[in-house]
C-alpha cells in the first residue's frame, strides 16, 4: 500500500491548521482509512491535547529521528478510532532538531502501511515550514476569511508553487454565515480571487469548535453540528467525492423558501 | 536657422539617443540643438544621449558647454563621437566615449537600458504572489495579477494582462519613457523612472475590454484609456 502524505499549512498562526488537521483526520478514520497524524509544531505542541491523548505521549518525533525509539512506539493510536495514530512533537525540543530529509524517511517509512498521513506544520516560513512541506504529496492552506490571513496565506503558496509542489487546495475555516450574509466579512469568492487556487473546504464558525477542543473530543465526531458535518464533507472531497459546497446558509426571504420549495 | 534645426538627426539606439549634428557656425547650431530639444521635451527628458559631430573640431570648453546644455535639459550626455582627433582628446578628457559601447556584447548586456518600444521582454504566465519579487533589465510582461506583497522591477515597462495589486517599479534605471499597462489597478504603488504614485482606489480603463496604460506626463504619472 501507498498512502498519501497531506501537509495543512497557512502561515499566519491561529487560523485553526491544527483544528483543520485532527478533524480531517477524524474524518478520514470515520470512512475506515488508516491515517496517522504527525505534529510539525515540536516546542510547541498541542494536536495531543486536542484529540485528548497528552496523558499517553512516552516518545515523540524527535526520540524517532534521534533513533531512540522505533518509529511504531512513538505513534499513539486514538481512543475512539482503531486506524487513527499520532506521531506527537517533542515539547522540549525545537524546530532544528528535524530536518527535512528526516521527514521524507518517515513518511516514506508510514506510506507503505497507512491511507493517508496528515503533517500538522507550524505557523510561519521558517526551518517548521520547510520541514513540513518537504515530504507533501499534496498541500491543503488554512484561511481565515480576513485580510491578514489571505495575505499570509498567498505568500506561503507562492512559497509552495517555487518548491514545485504542485497546486495546494484551499480550506477557509470560521466563516460567519450570519456575517457574510450582511456584507461584514470577506466572501467565498472575495477570498477566491486573490488566492486563485482549488477550494476543497469550507468550514462555518461554530462555537461547538471550542468545546469539543476543550474535552480532547474533535468536532468531527459529531455529524450533527454544523463544523462536523463540514468537516465530514472536507474528508469526502479528499477522498476525491464531488460534495457541493452548502455548509453556508445563503441570505433567503420568504419569497425564495417558497420557491426554492417548489422547486 | 529654419534649415539648420531640420538637419539634426535624432535616433535610438540600444544605448540612448544619437543626435547627429549638422556643419556650420557652433553657435547656430548650439542654439538649434536647444530649439529642438524644446520643441519635444518630454522625449527627449532623462535620455542618455551620444552626439555626432563629424568632422567638427570642438574646444574643451565648447564640450563641457554642450555637456551642460544637455544636463539643464535633464538629459546624460555619454558620448561625443567625431573623425577629428581634437574633438576626440577633448572628449576623451572629460570622459566622454568617443565610440557606441559595443552592441549587446556579453559584457555590456547588464547595462543595455531597454527603451519600451523595443521588442524584448520578459514573459510570465501566471500570479506573482505576496513575496515573490521579480527584477528584470528588460521590460516585464505578466499573464495574471500581482498580487498584494509582490514586487515586479523592470528597467523597461511592465504589462500586467490581469489586476495590479502589488508594487510595480518600471523604468528603474530611470528610464522616463516607460509605461506601466494593466486590465485594471488596485491599491497599489507605482513608479516610473522614479516618480512614484499610490493608488489607494480601483481604477480600469472606462472601456472594461481594454487595458488601463500608465505613463510620466508634465513629471507625473498619468492613466490613459486606449479604445479598443
Known amino acids: ?263 | 536657422m529654419e534649415k539648420l534645426i531640420n538637419q539634426i538627426i535624432v535616433k535610438g539606439t540600444n544605448e540612448g539617443l544619437m543626435m547627429i549634428l549638422p556643419e556650420g557656425d557652433w553657435e547656430e547650431v548650439r542654439s538649434a540643438i536647444v530649439e529642438r530639444i524644446n520643441s519635444q521635451s518630454a522625449f527627449f527628458k532623462g535620455a542618455d544621449a551620444f552626439i555626432d559631430v563629424a568632422s567638427r573640431n570642438m574646444r574643451a570648453t565648447e564640450v563641457a558647454d554642450l555637456r551642460d546644455l544637455l544636463g539643464s535639459f535633464e538629459m546624460r550626455m555619454k558620448g561625443l563621437l567625431s573623425f577629428s582627433e581634437i574633438t576626440q582628446k577633448n572628449a576623451r578628457a572629460l570622459g566622454l566615449d568617443t565610440s557606441l559601447p559595443l552592441k549587446r556584447g556579453k559584457r555590456e548586456r547588464k547595462l543595455v537600458i531597454l527603451s519600451p518600444n523595443e521588442d524584448s521582454a520578459f514573459l510570465i504566465q501566471k500570479n506573482i504572489r505576496s513575496g515573490i519579487r521579480i527584477e528584470k533589465d528588460e521590460s516585464i510582461v505578466i499573464i495574471g495579477d500581482v498580487n498584494p506583497g509582490a514586487e515586479i522591477i523592470s528597467g523597461g515597462s511592465v504589462f500586467v494582462w490581469g489586476k495590479i495589486k502589488g508594487k510595480i517599479t518600471a523604468g528603474a534605471n530611470g528610464n522616463e519613457q516607460a509605461i506601466v499597462g494593466a486590465l485594471s489597478i488596485e491599491d497599489s504603488q507605482i513608479s516610473i523612472g522614479g516618480i512614484m504614485r499610490i493608488f489607494s482606489k480601483k481604477i480600469r480603463n472606462s472601456n472594461f475590454t481594454a487595458p488601463l496604460i500608465l505613463k510620466i506626463q508634465d513629471g507625473d504619472i498619468v492613466a490613459e484609456n486606449i479604445k479598443s
Open chain 1, 1 to 263: 500500500m501507498t498512502g498519501k502524505t497531506i501537509t495543512i499549512t497557512s502561515g499566519k498562526g491561529g487560523v485553526g491548521k491544527t483544528t483543520v488537521t485532527v478533524n480531517l483526520a477524524v474524518g478520514l478514520g470515520l470512512r475506515g482509512k488508516k491515517v496517522v497524524c504527525i505534529d510539525g509544531d515540536i516546542g510547541l505542541r498541542n494536536m495531543d491535547v486536542i484529540l485528548g491523548l497528552e496523558n499517553r505521549i512516552v516518545y515523540d518525533i524527535v526520540d524517532v529521528v534521534e533513533g531512540r525509539c522505533r518509529l511504531k512506539q512513538a505513534m499513539i493510536r486514538d481512543k475512539r478510532l482503531p486506524d487513527l495514530f499520532l506521531v506527537p512533537a517533542s515539547q522540549t525540543r525545537d524546530k532544528n532538531s528535524v530536518t527535512p530529509e528526516d521527514m521524507i524517511r518517515l513518511c516514506d517509512e508510514i506510506k507503505t502501511e497507512y491511507d493517508y498521513i496528515l503533517i500538522d506544520s507550524p505557523a510561519g516560513i521558517e526551518q517548521g515550514f520547510k520541514n513540513a512541506i518537504a515530504p507533501a504529496d499534496q498541500i491543503i492552506v488554512v484561511t481565515n476569511p480576513e485580510v491578514s490571513a489571505v495575505r499570509d496565506a498567498d505568500r506561503i503558496i507562492g512559497l509552495i508553487e517555487a518548491e514545485e509542489k504542485g497546486p495546494a487546495s484551499l480550506i477557509i475555516n470560521r466563516m460567519n454565515s450570519a456575517m457574510v450574509n450582511r456584507g461584514d466579512m470577506l466572501t467565498q469568492d472575495d477570498v477566491n480571487e486573490l488566492l486563485a487556487i482549488d477550494l476543497i473546504g469550507l468550514i462555518p464558525e461554530d462555537e461547538n469548535v471550542i468545546v469539543s477542543t476543550n474535552k480532547g473530543t474533535p468536532i468531527a465526531f459529531e455529524g450533527k453540528t454544523k463544523a462536523g458535518r463540514a468537516f465530514q464533507n472536507l474528508a469526502a472531497r479528499v477522498e476525491g467525492e464531488a460534495i457541493p459546497f452548502n455548509e453556508i446558509e445563503e441570505k433567503m426571504n420568504f419569497l425564495d423558501k417558497v420557491r426554492k420549495l417548489f422547486g
